[in-house]
């Protein structure tokens, strides 16, 4: 094949009148940059620069991959496949539901970069607008559960009701170790729940509540041992079946047992219905995909986790928080870091790092547009839809399942079911086969007449009793009183909620343009400059990569929908999969894992599913995964999750895998060795050459290793850890395969396995067709995971082709190394590998410049944002350090202008060094600065008013003026504030840090 990442070798020549070369946009510097870049280094070629940086021993250039498409090529293709889909209104439900999405939401957040290339905001000060946005999302799910502290999204609906299980395991005292699960609840997070309850030696029991009276004490038919043994109890409002009951009564038994109560809720009914505190619960969780947001097959949707006052400190994922900054004023930042796994690692919380937080800035939106009013009338709607659908069927003598619920009714059809789901697609629409004997509709917020018709006919029900039920009919009005209404009158709910300002100021349009363009605008994302963050890999992602996902023929597809109206999608997956399979060199992928963190968990697993399958009897249970210091914190968290004890094993003075300490390691754990994982190249930037004997002392000792794939952009098309000796990565599609941050996500984290892991890769209850019948279950809640961004990764391989995806690898190793030679005369570069070459990024040592200047890492960190600049990825996994890492598709201009930014920031350091500027007051000790620090009538500092705002000359026609002054993380984290602040904190000046109220 030919090697397009040779130097010297001519550009591409395009045909007159074809699209020019897609990799040609994708990679910053062009043929004559890199030709100059190269120079800097001592190269000649791309080709000479890779062979030197990347160890013989696994260096492998093949790539079998289509040839690369172009622009309008692909985006043919991606048309071909959604013609292949075929969206057909769902009523299926089963905790998807189809919504519309405002237009002023979908072209303004969803298709806008200001927000989908924004990082997740761990530098508070340039991310104000998600931030803020987050905070809506919290404020939104505290008022509607009734809870004291939500975070700011999880994966889906099931990983959320995992980890409430797991904060209830956690908690669990004398030796309790089983999860009690209302059997009315979707089959989906019963089976991603049992499967992590599984891995921590814990069992889901189902009991069903619907024995006693609704209102009574379902709990009463559980046997008292199973009682005693229970940590947890999972309830759903409504389940599957729609049912509404009244469990106050059940949850206060089960809490008078220690155990830890969790709701899984509905958002739209909790609009109508009491909130989950209110009736007891100590946990709510669900997903807010029906605020708006598409079907997409499945995902990515934002799942939610609400817990009562007293639990905060066990949320798992990002929580935002109100602080002040160095001006007394609120600011938003992410709050308790104390809980990020790379502080707590296998102690964490969870190992959730990538999130939802655009599907949840998408939701939070929904709900500020439309205002509590506008939610509740979406709900009544929707339930008087299901309502007249119910009296259809019961006029027509369909016999229907309970008497109380929202949105879903299940009615019989005995012996013919199956028939019934096949007329009602006759007639246009898609409803749930539940059994052999009974059907499930669910009404939606784009229920019209005309599917309830569709309905009525599939069962055969008489026109003219249908007719009946049409005239009587007030579709949009109000809740119909009395016989007309369903929900239970104990379960009416009557508190407020989306009080703040902020759910009734954006009813018109203009209005909510307004809000969306001035959030965006307080914020630093892709869209304005490079991003250079180390393990992140923030690259282009480029539009035509995003244009099908808004496109019907991908947003309308229901998970469970026929697989023939998702056959565009299914081929997609396959050719996604076998891509990624080649790539890696790699037997198998599954897209399932929707975050690197799911991904990891699958691989573990799998492992751990394996061992259990080749330990010969009565040997003991292999369960030690060993992990180099250098590990990113989610590494540790996961073998944690996946029943696993970790050995940490230490790194050596040039941050390489201590090979000693690993053969020392893996004797002594000979017998109950399960893993070595391992990043490749290293946290440390660094290309080892030790990584295949490290492998075979594993492999030799009976363990298997996983390579966290999360440095893939330094691989791809050099080396494939599925040929150096790995059994499992996962890959972090959000990063090296383009789908964007979105804020902290959607991620897609797919797990890739060896041949002799195939078996144990990632099932689901509902789809055979989804992994292997032995897999280790479901990972996440969705079939496929976050199918409706998988066109993202899909378009990127197509136009990239082999050579294209090679030659992006080659530049983004070149453009770190020609920033680690600009810098080294400034900041020294920690590690390196051959030659002095750094792999994909490379951490800048600001250890000795702290020593001699006072100057910190956050100092600097800082004043780039003066410069206009993202920070680098601070201290990890080096305390004290920074790691930058550029990506390909920076061009050299961008880069050399971080550079002069970083070679002037060192000048500034060395001016606080030498006394020209005292330590406490100078640019960088009081950056960031606003325009109303550099505007304000005084100015007592002893430098320029110039230079803290323009300290390079190119700033003057384009600069990013943070909102906020440098924020105090730490009174946020005492002082604990998580929903909206009232608008009134805003108005003054804060002197006072008690005037800003503490929540939990
Ligand atoms: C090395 C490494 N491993 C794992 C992860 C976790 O991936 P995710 O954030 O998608 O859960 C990250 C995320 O930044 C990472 O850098």
Redesign the pocket.
């Known amino acids: 094949m030919h090697d397009g990442s040779e130097q010297n070798v001519p550009p591409v020549v395009v045909p007159p009148g074809s699209y020019p070369r897609f990799a040609d946009r994708h990679i910053g510097p062009d043929h004559s940059a890199r030709k100059a870049m190269l120079a800097t280094l001592g190269h000649d070629s791309l080709r000479s620069l890779t062979d030197a940086a990347v160890p013989a021993l696994i260096a492998d250039r093949s790539l079998d991959l289509p040839l690369a498409l172009d622009e309008p090529a692909v985006l043919a293709a991606l048309r071909a496949l959604g013609r292949a889909n075929r969206p057909v209104p769902s009523m299926i439900g089963l905790g998807f539901h189809p919504a519309v999405m405002p237009g002023v939401i979908q072209r303004n957040v969803l298709e806008n970069p200001a927000w989908y290339t924004a990082y997740t905001p761990y530098q508070p000060e340039i991310s104000q607008g998600r931030l803020e946005a987050l905070l809506n999302f919290q404020t939104m799910i505290t008022d509607l559960t009734g809870l004291a502290v939500a975070g700011a999204s999880l994966l889906d609906e099931p990983t959320a009701a995992a980890e409430a299980m797991q904060i209830a395991l956690r908690r669990a005292r004398g030796g309790r170790r089983v999860y009690l699960v209302d059997a009315d609840t979707l089959p989906q997070t019963i089976a991603v729940v049992a499967t992590r309850a599984e891995a921590l030696g814990a069992t889901v029991h189902l009991v069903d509540l619907s024995d006693g009276p609704s209102g009574g004490d379902g709990l009463a038919a559980v046997p008292a041992e199973l009682l005693d043994a229970a940590f947890g109890l999972l309830v759903s409002y409504p389940g599957p079946s729609g049912a509404l009951r009244e469990h106050r009564e059940v949850f206060a038994r089960a809490r008078e047992r220690g155990l830890l109560v969790t709701v899984a809720a509905d958002l739209l009914a909790l609009t109508l219905l009491r909130s989950p505190g209110e009736l007891g619960a100590d946990i709510a969780v669900g997903s807010t995909q029906r605020f708006g947001l598409p079907l997409s097959f499945g995902g990515p949707h934002a799942g939610y986790l609400a817990v009562r006052s007293g639990l905060e400190r066990t949320l798992p994922g990002r929580l935002v928080g109100v602080s002040i900054d160095a001006a007394g004023d609120p600011a938003y930042r992410l709050t308790l870091q104390t809980r990020e796994q790379h502080i707590r690692r296998e102690k964490a919380t969870s190992n959730i790092?990538?999130a939802q937080v655009l599907p949840a800035v998408l939701a939070s939106m929904y709900a500020v547009y439309h205002g509590p009013q506008g939610l509740a009338g979406i709900a009544r709607r929707v339930h008087g839809l299901a309502v007249r659908l119910a009296e259809g069927l019961r006029v027509g003598g369909v016999t229907l399942g309970d008497s109380s619920f929202f949105d879903t009714v299940i009615a019989a059809a005995p012996g013919r079911a199956g028939e019934v789901v096949a007329a009602a697609l006759e007639h246009g629409v898609n409803i749930r086969l539940v059994d052999d004997d009974h059907v499930g509709i669910s009404c939606n917020e784009t229920t019209v007449e005309a599917d309830l018709r569709a309905v009525w006919a599939a069962f055969g029900v008489p026109p003219a009793a249908a007719a009946e039920v049409t005239a009587q009919a007030e579709l949009d009005g109000p809740i119909p009183t009395t016989t007309a209404v369903a929900l239970p009158t104990e379960l009416v709910r009557t508190d407020r909620y989306l009080e703040h300002p902020v759910f009734h100021e954006h009813r018109s349009e203009t209005a909510m343009l307004r809000y969306l363009r001035r959030l965006s605008d307080l914020d630093l994302a892709l869209d304005r400059g490079m991003i250079p963050l180390g393990?992140?890999t923030m690259k282009l992602n480029a539009t035509t990569e995003m244009a099908a996902v808004t496109w019907p023929e991908f947003a309308d597809i229901h998970p469970y929908a026929p697989l023939d109206q998702a056959a565009g999608y299914l081929t997609l997956i396959r050719d996604l999969e076998e891509w990624l399979a080649r790539i890696t060199g790699y037997a198998g992928v599954s897209v399932q894992p929707n975050?690197?963190?799911q991904g990891?968990l699958a691989g573990l697993l799998a492992i751990r599913a394996y061992h259990r399958d080749h330990t010969p009897a009565g040997a003991p249970v292999r369960d030690v995964c060993l992990i180099p210091s250098s590990a990113?914190g989610?590494?540790a968290a996961s073998a944690a999750m996946a029943g696993m004890r970790v050995v940490v094993v230490a790194c050596d003075a040039d941050g390489n895998v201590d090979l000693d300490d690993l053969a020392r390691a893996a004797r002594t754990h000979t017998e109950v060795l399960a893993a070595l994982m391992v990043?490749y190249p290293s946290?440390h930037g660094v290309y080892e050459e030790g990584i295949g004997q490290a492998c075979a002392l594993v492999h030799e000792a009976g363990g298997l290793v996983y390579v966290?794939g999360?440095?893939l952009n330094a691989l791809v098309g050099l080396a494939k850890p599925g040929q150096f000796g790995a059994d499992v990565s996962h890959l972090?599609l959000?990063k090296t395969f383009c789908i964007p941050h979105g804020g902290g996500g959607p991620?897609v984290?797919p797990v890739a396995v060896g041949e002799k892991l195939l078996p144990y890769l990632p099932n689901h209850p509902l789809r055979a067709e989804a992994g292997p019948a032995t897999g280790v279950g479901p990972i996440s809640g969705s079939p496929w995971g976050s199918a409706g961004i998988l066109m993202i990764p899909w378009a990127y391989i197509q136009m990239m082709g082999a050579d294209g995806l090679r030659e992006a690898t080659s530049v983004a190793v070149l453009n770190a190394n020609y920033i680690a030679h600009r810098l080294r005369p400034h900041y020294p570069v920690l590690y390196s590998g051959r030659g002095g070459l750094v792999a994909h990024e490379c951490i800048l040592d600001l250890r000795p410049l702290t020593r001699a200047t006072g100057v910190t890492v956050d100092d600097v960190a800082k004043r780039l944002i003066d410069y206009g600049f993202h920070a680098p990825t601070m201290s990890f996994p080096v305390a004290g350090t920074l790691m930058v890492e550029p990506t390909e598709s920076e061009d050299l201009g961008e880069i050399d202008r971080f550079c002069d930014a970083m070679t002037a920031i060192r000048a500034e350091a060395d001016k606080v060094g030498d006394g020209t500027w005292p330590l406490e007051d100078n640019p960088l000790r009081n950056a960031p600065h606003t325009a109303a620090m550099v505007t304000a009538d005084e100015w007592a500092h002893p430098y320029p008013r110039s230079v803290a705002a323009y300290p390079v000359a190119t700033l003057r026609t384009g600069k990013y003026w943070p909102p906020v002054r440098r924020i105090d993380g730490a009174y946020g984290d005492r002082n604990l504030m998580c929903t909206c602040p009232p608008v009134a904190s805003f108005a003054e000046p804060v002197d006072e840090p008690a005037t800003l109220a503490t929540v939990g």
């Open positions: 790092c990538t393990s992140c975050a690197g963190s990891e990113h989610t590494n990043t946290t966290d999360a440095n972090n959000h991620g984290g």
